[in-house]
Nanobody, 122 residues
């Protein structure tokens, strides 16, 4: 099993910055991908950014403002959010796709963090 612990959410004024962190612990052979998703009030969860190997991808709405990065030694992913807008208000979730070694071969599983609230005031 793998546990994800998020931190860094909060209340910020429009134009401000926040940095989210998500650290994984538990039985991990390797991590295939790490990502950040968000769920605005009354809306569905959506992809914000993902990092896999050396590649990153961003939702169009955050490109140029948000940066995803990782620390492999710490099994941690970060989301630096700059120039925040009120429409960025949401619960942010981290997601890890983890490879486990099992008796029958590799086994990939998805894990979610508990979510952290980000509120941007106008």
């Amino acid at each position: 099993q793998v546990q994800l612990m998020e931190s860094g959410g909060g209340l910020v004024q429009a134009g401000g910055s926040l940095r989210l962190s998500c650290a994984a612990s538990g039985s991990i052979f390797s991590i295939n991908a790490m990502g950040w998703y968000r769920q605005p009030p009354g809306k569905q969860r959506e992809l914000v950014a993902i990092i896999s190997g050396g590649s990153t991808n961003y939702a169009g709405s955050v490109k140029g403002r948000f940066t995803i990065s990782r620390d492999n030694a710490k099994n941690t992913v970060y989301l630096q959010m700059n120039s925040l807008k009120p429409e960025d208000t949401a619960v942010y979730y981290c997601n890890f796709n983890v490879r486990h070694r099992g008796p029958f071969g590799p086994n990939d599983r998805n894990y979610w963090g508990q979510g952290t609230q980000v509120t941007v005031s106008s």
